[in-house]
């Protein structure tokens, strides 16, 4: 079952990870929470990059490049 239209949702797609169907407001639903989880960064040297709410880049402060 979709988990936000509650429709049925083919067991290979849970399966890899996508517990919502097809529709396209659930996509887009579906893309805002995973996008929740990323900010982007400048990194030195690199440009911009997304990178994990949890990583630890993100929370000390520091740049890769120290």
Known sequence: MCMYCQAQVS???IEAGYA???ASECVSKG???R???FRLVL???QGFTYVSVDS???HN????GR
């Open 11 to 13: 067991p290979e797609r």
């Open 20 to 22: 919502y169907c097809m």
């Open 31 to 33: 893309l805002r929470d």
């Open 35 to 37: 996008r929740n989880g």
């Open 43 to 45: 990194m030195p040297k």
């Open 56 to 58: 630890p880049d993100l």
């Open 61 to 64: 402060g520091r740049s890769s």
